[in-house]
């Protein structure tokens, strides 16, 4: 059995790299911010809009499960390396799929291969993580998946007009996948160096009793409880504040989705050094505790400050909370399941927006108000305060 060799060091060329891999892959999903009104232009049936919309999370939903047993040091390469170029093809597909039936194939694939590709970066770049600076480590790695989100809508609504459509900027989009091709070409040797210095138990696929062990760990179990729970909040906000707020008459969504935005990557790149010097256990309560009132006082906006306020509150508390949440998680795993149970917390993601829409939606049309909706968000994070109660006080410390 070889030695195991942690990282000492994090802002190494193999981090980097990976990190230009992970925003190659949001890059290609935050330009369909515009993929609904896209298909009303193409004249998609209104009742099939959203569907298609929601095919895509709702493959990676399903996948990532069947996926995350599969995936180890070993294979993830070669995985992320395939991974990119179906994604080049999918991005590309867009320009000839115009049908509901080449649709549905198309976002279905698309879904699977952005899967693919998310879980085996994810599943190498925890390796390159010290564990005495995960705090830091993931605090860059949620900025990466940040800033495609604040970039490329803006930067989309400016192209469109010199462009055809949306569907050139959905297959111009591969141009990052190319760059992170070549990225990892010129990566591959020094991963395979690095791996061959790993622990053989790193390398392996888990069999399905350590898998079954690791979610007995009751650490395990309530960072990841609470990670959906914190998801199934923040999907409220992307798929209703626009509705909370034009039913209030105030507030403007646009203006708290910038503003919370640069608030959550501000305190994510300025902070990430600071988040392995503090307990990260009672700073994500205190987070959380900040979180609650804020979204409880979500439906009583009443002007452009009060918007702003909430929405600073708002982002700097989502800020500190996912990446000192995923950082706890990485230290309570076993080291051969960190890479599993950080795709975990993807998975997660994929449940709260893929379920907030259809639950919520269900809930209005049954005549409960948006107002309803938050309060119940409210109650969700609430819930996740609890749960943390659960840990250990000295499970924060340096961890």
Known sequence: MGDPSPPTRLLTFEFLALLVVILAAFCNVSVFYSFYHYLGTIGIPLPWR??????????????????????????ATTV??????????????????????????????HGAVFVLLTSAVIALV??????????????????????????????????????????????????????????????????????????????????????????????????????????????????????????????????FFT????????????????????NKLLTVRAALGFLVPCIVLMPYVASPAACCILAAVYGVSMGVILPLLNALLFSASPPALRGLNTNMTLFTMDVAYFLTPYLGGTLVALGGGFDVLFLIAAGIVALALSLSMALARGQGKGL
């Not at 640069?262 to 600071?274: C, E, H, T, W």
């Open 80 to 109: 992320t390396f395939v991974s990119l170029v179906l994604l080049i093809a999918a991005s590309i597909a867009y320009l000839q799929a115009t049908t509901v039936p080449a649709l549905i194939v198309l976002r279905i694939f």
């Open 259 to 278: 503003v919370s935005m640069v608030a959550m990557i501000a305190v994510r790149a300025a902070g990430a050094p600071l988040f392995d010097r503090m």
């Open 126 to 255: 925890v390796n390159f993580i010290p564990g005495e600076k995960s705090g830091q480590g993931f605090g860059i790695l949620s900025v990466a998946t940040m800033i495609p989100y604040a970039v490329i809508p803006p930067l989309s609504e400016a192209l469109l007009p010199r462009v055809r459509n949306e569907t050139d900027l959905y297959a111009a989009v591969s141009l990052f996948s190319v760059v992170a091709i070549v990225l990892l070409v010129a990566l591959r040797g020094r991963i395979g160096r690095a791996v061959q210095g790993m622990d053989r138990a790193l390398l392996r696929r888990p069999s399905f009793a350590e898998i079954r062990e690791n979610f007995r760990i009751r650490a395990v179990f309530v960072l990841l409880a609470s990670v959906l729970l914190v998801y199934l909040a923040h999907a409220t906000f992307f798929y209703f504040l626009k509705d909370l707020f034009f039913t209030t008459g105030s507030g403007d969504v646009g203006l």
């Open 50 to 75: 959203g569907v298609l919309v929601g095919l895509e999370p709702m493959s990676a939903f399903i996948l990532r499960l069947f996926v995350l047993p599969w995936l180890h040091v070993r294979n």
